[in-house]
C-alpha cells in the first residue's frame, strides 16, 4: 500500500512521494488532562486552555481514520516518577516560581506526576491497546526515552505530529526527529500553543527555507491523501 | 563565586557558577552561513542580520576568556563522504538552489574540511577551545557535545552565534532538557529573519523562562565584572 502525497506546504509531503502506514507514525504529543482541559492545572493558571482544546477535535478525526488503517499511533506524555528522582533541579524550582510545582498537590492530582488524574491523555483521544505510550521526563521525545528504539523497531521513517503545545514539546520533537532524518510532517490545526503568536511562529518556521524541519499541513489534506 | 547575570530571571535559577562549570557556547558562526559567498546566502539568505552580531559575539568571547570560562564552538557540516547526511536534508538544500556537498566558492558546501566550515575569522577558536561539528540544528545529535561537556563539568551554558530559529534554539531546548542551566544572549544571537528572532525570544519568554534566562551582553559583563572594579 503505497499512498499520494499530502498537499502540505511548502512541498508535497513526504519528500521522497511514498509513505504508507509500515512507514508512517502519527505521534501525539502531551494530549494530557492538564494542558487541555477545564480544573487541569494550566486552566488554573488562567492560560487559555481554548486554545490548545480546539486541537483536540481534529486530531481525534485523523487518529481514528490512520487507526482504522493501520497506521502505528504513538502517544507522549510529560510526566515525572513519583519521587521526582528524573527532575532537573531548575526545572522544579522553575515550576515552583510560577505557582505549580512540579510533583505537588494541584487540582487534578500532582503536578505532571506519573499516575495522577491531571497528567493522563484526555479520554477523547485515549490509546487502545497496542498503541505505545512514551512516558518522558523533558520537552523533548527522544531524550531519556525509548521512543526512537520504537520507531526503530517497527521501521517507521516519517512522522505525522499532532499535540500539545506546538512551540514545545511538539517542536523540541519535530526539530530533533528532523535532525535524525525522519521525514516530518506538521499538522497546523492538530497542534495548538498556550499563545497563538507561538503557533504561527511555529508554523511559519517549520516551512521556512524550503521547510528546515519539514512541511506542514492540515488534517484535511492528510485525510484526502488516506480517502 | 560571581553575581547573578541580570535578566528574563537572575541567572543562573540558583546563583551557582563559576569559571569551572560554565562555558559559553558560540553556535555555528561559520562562513557558510556568514560570507557573502557562503551557501547561506547562495541559496537566498539574508547574511547582514547575521554578520552584525560577531562584535556581540566578539565581546562575550572576550568576557568569557577574561573569566577563564569554557569555550565551545560548533559548526553544522557533514562527513565528506555524506554518509551522515539525511537524504531529504540533501533534497531540500538541492531544491535552494546549492545542494550540500556541492562545490561553491568557498569549497564544498557544509562538509567538513572546506573553507566554509571555518569559524569566521574575527571569532577564530584559540587552542584548547572545542569546536563540535554537528550534522544537525542541535549541537546533541550526532556528536560530542555532551562528552565534553560533563567531561569538564559543566552545567551552566552561555548562548550565541546563529540562527536563533535554528540551531540557538534547537540546542538549548536540548540542553535544558538535559538538565542545564542555559541563558540565551538576545543580542548575541540572530535569525535572517528579524521576526524570526524576536518571536523565539517571545516563545523562550514563556513562563517566566520555561527553558532558561535571557539577557544581553552588557549585563553578563556586568555580572563578570571582578570585585575589585565594581
Not at chain 2, 52 to 63: D, G, K, S, T, Y
Not at chain 2, 119 to 139: F, I, R, Y
Not at chain 2, 157 to 183: K, P, W
Request: hydrophobic share 40%; aromatic share 6%; glycine share 10%.
Amino acid at each position: 500500500m503505497s499512498l499520494p502525497p499530502v498537499d502540505a506546504e511548502p512541498y508535497l509531503w513526504p519528500f521522497d512521494g511514498a509513505w504508507s502506514p509500515a512507514d508512517t507514525a502519527l505521534v501525539i504529543i502531551d494530549m494530557q488532562t492538564d494542558f487541555l482541559k477545564a480544573d487541569g492545572y494550566c486552566d488554573l493558571m488562567g492560560l487559555d486552555i481554548g486554545l490548545t482544546s480546539a486541537s483536540i477535535e481534529p486530531t481525534r478525526r485523523l487518529l481514528e481514520r490512520m487507526r482504522a488503517l493501520g497506521f502505528t499511533i504513538i502517544h507522549t506524555r510529560e510526566g515525572h516518577r513519583p519521587d521526582l528522582t528524573d527532575l532537573n533541579d531548575n526545572k522544579r524550582w522553575r515550576s515552583a516560581r510560577i505557582g505549580a510545582e512540579i510533583g505537588t498537590p494541584g487540582p487534578c492530582g500532582r503536578v505532571l506526576t506519573r499516575g495522577e488524574p491531571g497528567w493522563d491523555i484526555v479520554p477523547e483521544l485515549y490509546p487502545v491497546a497496542g498503541e505505545p505510550v512514551v512516558d518522558k521526563p523533558g520537552k523533548g521525545s527522544f531524550h531519556a526515552t525509548d521512543f526512537e528504539q520504537v520507531l526503530t523497531s517497527r521501521g517507521i521513517r516519517r512522522l505525522i505530529f499532532a499535540g500539545v503545545t506546538s512551540d514545545c514539546c511538539v517542536h523540541t520533537t519535530m526539530t530533533n526527529a528532523n535532525d535524525k532524518g525522519y521525514e516530518c510532517l506538521l499538522l497546523g490545526d492538530a497542534s495548538a500553543a498556550l499563545d497563538s503568536r507561538n503557533h504561527a511562529m511555529i508554523v511559519a518556521i517549520t516551512a521556512k527555507r524550503g521547510g528546515q524541519f519539514g512541511a506542514v499541513a492540515k488534517v484535511d489534506q492528510v485525510l484526502a491523501a488516506l480517502a | 563565586m560571581l553575581r547573578q547575570v541580570n535578566g528574563l530571571y537572575p541567572w543562573p535559577y540558583d546563583g551557582r557558577w563559576s569559571a569551572a562549570d560554565t562555558a559559553l557556547l558560540v553556535v555555528d558562526m561559520q562562513r557558510d552561513l556568514l560570507d557573502p559567498e557562503g551557501w547561506f546566502a547562495l541559496t537566498g539568505g539574508d547574511t547582514a542580520p547575521l554578520v552584525a552580531i560577531v562584535p556581540a559575539v566578539a565581546r562575550a568571547l572576550a568576557l568569557a576568556r577574561a573569566a577563564r570560562l569554557a569555550v565551545i564552538f560548533t559548526i553544522e557540516s557533514h562527513r565528506p563522504d555524506l554518509s551522515d547526511l539525511p537524504a531529504n536534508k540533501l533534497w531540500r538544500s538541492r531544491r535552494l538552489g546549492a545542494a550540500i556537498g556541492e562545490a561553491g566558492p568557498l569549497g564544498r558546501h557544509l562538509v567538513r574540511g572546506a573553507a566554509g566550515t571555518a569559524v569566521v575569522a574575527a571569532l577564530a577558536p584559540e587552542p584548547g577551545e572545542p569546536v563540535v561539528d554537528k550534522p544537525g540544528k542541535s549541537a546533541f545529535i550526532g556528536c560530542d557535545l555532551d562528552q565534553i561537556l560533563r567531561r569538564r563539568g559543566v552545567r551552566n551554558l552561555v548562548f550565541s552565534g546563529v540562527t536563533t530559529d535554528g540551531a540557538v534554539q534547537c540546542t538549548l531546548r536540548d540542553a535544558n532538557d538535559r538538565g542545564y542551566e542555559c541563558l540565551l544572549l538576545e543580542d548575541a544571537t540572530a535569525s535572517d529573519v528579524a521576526r524570526d528572532h524576536a518571536d523565539q525570544v517571545h516563545t523562550l519568554s514563556l513562563a517566566g523562562g520555561h527553558y532558561g534566562s535571557i539577557a544581553t551582553v552588557a549585563a553578563l559583563a556586568e555580572a563578570l565584572q571582578p570585585e575589585t572594579v565594581r
